[in-house]
C-alpha cells in the first residue's frame, strides 16, 4: 500500500453491496477457506507459552549492515548499532489488545471518523471511521490499480476487522489488525514499552546475525501468500487468511512471525514524509508476483492514521540484559 491510497479507494454505491458481500467472503476467507474451513486452527501456541517472562524474548546487542537488494527502497544499505532489548515473541493479539481497551478505555483511530482537517479532500464515505480491508477478487485489469483488492470499509476496525458483521469471536489468539500508529504506541505506552526503530525490528528479524544470508526465497515458515496474488490463493501454507500467532516455527531467538502473517508498525519514519513510518516484515498478502516483501530487509511506507486488515505490531523494552527479564 503505498501513499495516496485514501485517493485511490473511494467507494461508489455500487460497489458497496459488492464490497459487503465480499466482506462477508473475507470473514470466512473466500472459496479457499471454504474448502479449508475446520482446517484451520484457532491457537497454535500451548497455553503454557502465555507464561514466562512476559511472553519477551531477549535479542542481544549487535552491529549490522541494513537493507536488501529487492526493491529500490531497501537497497541503501547502511550499518547500523542496535543495543539490547526485550521484544513481544508474537504480534499482539486480540486478546492482549481487549485487555489494553478494557483497562484504558482507548478509541481506536478507525473507531473515530476522519480529521477532515488532514484529509480536507476526502469525499463523506471515508469520512465515516473505518479501515482497509484486503478483498479478493475475481479478477484484475492489471496490477496498477490497487483498489481492485483494497476498498476503505466503514465500520471495518479491530473488533470489526472486515466491516460490519464480522468479528474476532474465537480469535483471541489472532494478531490485533485495523490499528493505527497512535493505537499501537498507546497500547506499548500501557504495557511500559515502545515499538521497535526499523534497526532495532530488522535486527531481531535477522535472529541478531550480522553475517545471515539475504533470504529471497518464499519462506516456508511463514504465513505468505501462495497462488497469482491476488486473485489465486491455493493457501500451501494451511491459511487462506491472518493465522493465529505462533503457528509457524519461530527464529532462531524465538520470535514468531516477524516474517508473513501481518506487517508491522515500527517507530521510525518514512523517510521525506511527516504522514508515514515504516513498516516492516510483509504480510499474508506476500506472494513473488507481487510483493517480495517477505524479508527482513524490506520495508514499506503506511500512513500513519490509515488502519488497515495487513498491520499489526509488537514492542520492545529495552533493558540492560537477558538478566533483567520484564
Ligand atoms: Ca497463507
Known amino acids: 500500500m503505498m501513499s495516496g491510497k485514501r485517493t485511490l479507494l473511494i ?24 474448502r479449508m474451513a475446520g482446517a484451520a486452527p484457532s491457537r497454535c501456541l500451548p497455553a503454557e507459552a502465555d507464561a514466562g517472562p512476559g511472553g519477551m524474548v531477549w535479542v542481544p546487542p549487535g552491529r549490522f549492515a541494513m537493507g536488501d537488494t529487492v526493491y529500490p527502497e531497501e537497497r541503501s544499505f547502511r550499518d547500523v548499532s542496535v543495543e539490547g532489548f526485550w521484544m513481544d ?15 484504558t478505555g482507548h478509541v481506536t483511530v ?7 482537517a488532514l484529509h480536507p479532500h476526502l469525499p463523506p464515505d471515508m ?8 478483498i479478493m477478487p475475481n479478477d ?7 483498489s481492485q483488492w483494497w476498498q476503505y470499509v466503514p465500520g471495518a476496525n479491530w473488533r470489526h476487522p472486515g466491516g460490519p458483521g464480522t468479528s474476532i469471536e474465537n480469535r483471541d489468539d489472532f494478531p490485533v489488525t485495523a490499528i493505527a500508529l497512535e493505537d499501537a504506541r498507546a497500547y506499548a505506552s500501557w504495557k511500559g514499552h515502545r515499538l521497535p526503530s526499523e534497526a532495532e525490528w530488522e535486527w531481531a528479524a535477522r535472529a ?29 501454507d494451511g491459511f487462506v487468511g491472518i493465522a493465529p500467532v505462533g503457528c509457524f516455527e519461530p527464529n532462531a531467538l524465538g520470535l514468531y512471525d516477524m516474517i508473513g502473517n501481518l506487517w508491522e508498525w515500527t ?26 516483501r517477505y524479508r527482513p530487509g524490506a520495508r ?27
Open 140 to 146: 484484475v485489469d492489471g496490477m496498477g490499480d490497487i
Open 110 to 116: 478507525a473507531e473515530r471518523p476522519v480529521d477532515p
Open 267 to 292: 517507530d521510525d519514519a518514512w523517510e521525506g514524509r511527516a504522514d508515514a513510518h515504516v513498516i516492516k516484515g510483509g504480510s499474508w498478502l506476500c506472494a513473488p508476483n507481487y510483493c517480495m
Open 127 to 134: 469520512r465515516k471511521p473505518g479501515a482497509v480491508v484486503f
Open 208 to 236: 541478531a546475525d550480522p553475517d545471515a544470508p539475504p533470504a529471497h526465497e518464499r519462506p516456508t515458515e511463514a504465513n505468505t501468500w501462495q497462488g497469482l496474488f491476488p486473485v489465486v490463493n491455493t493457501a500451501e
Open 300 to 326: 514499506q511506507p503506511q500512513e500513519l492514521d490509515l488502519a488497515t486488515s495487513h498491520l499489526g505490531f509488537r514492542t520492545i523494552r529495552p533493558a540492560p540484559g537477558p538478566g533483567d527479564a520484564p
Open 11 to 34: 467507494a461508489s454505491g455500487a460497489a458497496l453491496a459488492l464490497l459487503l458481500a465480499a466482506a462477508a467472503l473475507w470473514h470466512f476467507g473466500g472459496s479457499n477457506a471454504a
Open 89 to 103: 515473541r508474537t504480534e499482539v493479539t486480540n486478546r492482549d489488545f481487549a485487555a489494553f481497551v478494557a483497562a
